[in-house]
């Protein structure tokens, strides 16, 4: 009696499956000198954003409001101007801090001896001591067995 795989036995079947699932050689080019290396650091960088002006124009109504309160003649206007500056300033600061940004910088200790050193928008995947190849000219990196 034939179990189900016809003329082909499920020895053949299975070999063939293995084949299907081996790496192919080509898949993974070499490393170099140059394209290949190991990770020194890895540190995230924060820049603040840029300002529009509306957290400066609001901090300045808010703080001369503020500073409207305290007092009366001209020591009144003194600290209406002062709140006015000090809630300029504030209001540009926090409009700053929340439109921050972050990249991350990674230095790679090539196997020719240099450093290349390379900035990601995303966190990369690797650590330092992981040994990495660089893919598209630095823009990607793999991790590398060995």
């Known amino acids: 009696m034939m179990c189900g795989f016809g003329r082909f036995g499920s020895a053949t079947l299975a070999a063939a499956a293995l084949l299907m699932l081996a790496p192919v ?5 070499k490393c170099s000198s140059t394209t290949c290396g190991v990770v020194q650091n890895v ?3 924060a ?6 002006g509306v957290g400066l124009v609001g901090g300045a109504v808010l703080g001369g409001v503020l500073g ?25 600061e926090v409009e700053k801090n929340v439109k ?25 995947q690797v650590h330092p001591g992981e040994r990495v190849r660089l893919i598209d000219g630095g823009r990607r990196l793999a991790l590398v067995s060995g």
Request: charged share 10%.
């Open 68 to 92: 409207h309160q305290i007092g009366s003649g001209r020591g009144n206007t003194a600290a209406t101007i002062i709140g006015a500056g000090a809630g300029a300033y504030a209001g540009n």
């Open 47 to 52: 820049k603040k954003g840029n300002a529009s």
């Open 25 to 29: 050689a080509a898949a993974q080019p």
């Open 43 to 45: 540190q995230q960088v």
């Open 100 to 124: 921050k940004t972050y990249s991350w910088n990674v230095a790679i200790r090539m196997d020719n001896g240099a450093t290349r050193y390379l900035s990601f928008s995303n966190p990369p």
